[in-house]
């Protein structure tokens, strides 16, 4: 007599595969600074993520590697031209770039923005972009922000005045500071980037698992309620066919 257990189990993995049961989230970085985790996150790897690189940088973004590149604003910027550090000029053309967002957004069982704050796209794309999704869609929006060292001034008090408005409109905000780098001080500068870089990817991974085993578990209950029912049923025709 078969071990039942195994053959549920069997039957189970068929019908998620069947299904095409798996995570989808999708990943923004906006700017060039973010642009560099991007590139992180994208050899690294995580099965289920997408990684999307935001920037209106077209040399900034030929730099990155990613899933897709989202080079914006070039019909109101002009060619090899950026936002200069202006967030409204970066809110502008997000907005104007809104249908472009939502088509990758829309289908995401998740949405994670990362954004190193102060500049242009940094701090007005990502806060245009978590006003568009608060509006248009009920996604979970996950931020994760990137202050500035203290002693880039202007670039640091943008980037904290900004912070109130992205916790706001963000389902959960974390906010890592640059600062807490020079803590390291045998550790070069890179080094120490490249370790953030891996907490914000074992955080990106952790999200993406918890998605997963999430949507397993709904599928489970919606389609595996009768599972013995249905093994009963498969094992009977077996016999039936034998």
């Known amino acids: ?29 906006f700017g060039g600074g973010a642009g560099r985790v991007a590139s992180y996150l994208y050899r690294k790897g995580i099965q289920g993520a997408r990684i999307i690189a935001v920037n ?11 899933d897709k590149k989202m080079l914006l ?24 770039s809104k249908a ?18 102060g500049g242009g796209m940094g701090t007005g794309g990502l806060l245009e972009t978590l006003r568009i999704l608060k509006e248009e869609t009920n996604k979970i929006v996950i931020t994760v ?26 389902t959960k905000c974390i906010v890592l500071d640059s600062d807490v780098l020079l803590s390291y001080p045998k550790v070069r500068v890179s080094k120490a980037y490249e ?11 952790r999200i993406t698992n918890i998605t997963r085993i ?21 094992y009977r025709n077996i016999l039936i066919a034998a």
């Open 56 to 66: 209106v940088d077209e040399r900034g973004l030929e730099e990155v590697e990613a």
């Open 214 to 234: 999430e949507i397993e578990k709904k599928f489970r209950e919606i389609y595996l309620k009768d599972m013995d029912a249905i093994v009963e049923e498969a």
């Open 73 to 96: 604003g070039k019909d109101v910027l002009g060619e090899h031209q950026d936002t200069n550090g202006e967030i409204k000029v970066a809110e502008y053309v997000i907005s104007r």
């Open 145 to 170: 922000a990137i202050l500035p060292f203290s002693i880039e001034g202007d670039r640091r008090r943008a980037a904290l005045s900004a912070l109130e408005e992205i916790k706001r409109y963000s």
């Open 100 to 117: 472009w967002l939502l088509e990758e957004a829309r289908n995401a069982d998740v949405v994670i923005l990362i954004s190193s704050l």
């Open 1 to 29: 007599m078969p071990d039942m257990n195994e053959i549920k189990k069997s039957v189970e993995e068929i019908l998620v595969e069947e299904f095409g049961i798996k995570p989808d989230v999708r990943v923004f970085a």
């Open 195 to 205: 370790i953030m870089y891996q907490e914000i990817y074992e955080f990106v991974a």
